[in-house]
């Protein structure tokens, strides 16, 4: 059975999709970026702080689901300029503290114009 995890405390789905799914004991996040929940617009004060929101968004859908982020087996994390790379990780190093696996990548655009988006899978049994 697939169970649909939703929260008013992270972002509401800017399309059809949803904040996330979990199957077979695996939690499977939407993309998180540095979204107000409930306000629809993005963090003021650049990359560090849309990261910083991006990890609490991330945070409310981990919680929803039971779990933390030490239960995080995998991200993939997009950056709309890679030379932000370093500036990023400061704060996603302070959330992430497991090391899960990751993939960090450029994205020409990223939806609403945001400077970042994570999006995690994690286990839930």
Excluded: H, W
Excluded at 95 to 110: E, G, H, I, N, W
Aim: charged share 20%; net charge negative; hydrophobic share 40%.
């Amino acid at each position: 059975m697939i169970k649909t995890i939703a929260t008013e405390k992270a972002p509401a789905a800017v399309g059809p999709y949803s904040q996330g799914k979990i199957y077979n004991g695996v939690l499977y996040c939407a993309g998180q970026g540095g979204i107000i929940p409930g306000e629809g617009k993005i963090v003021e004060g650049g990359v560090q702080a849309e990261t910083e929101q991006a990890c609490k968004n991330v945070g409310a859908l981990l919680e929803e689901a039971g779990i933390g982020f030490d239960d995080v087996i995998e991200c993939t994390c997009f950056l709309a300029d890679i030379a932000d790379f370093g500036a990023f990780n400061e704060v996603y190093a302070k959330y992430f503290t497991s090391k899960p696996a990751r993939t960090c990548v450029s994205a020409k655009d990223l939806p609403l114009g945001m400077l970042v988006e994570i999006k995690v899978t994690a286990a839930v049994e």
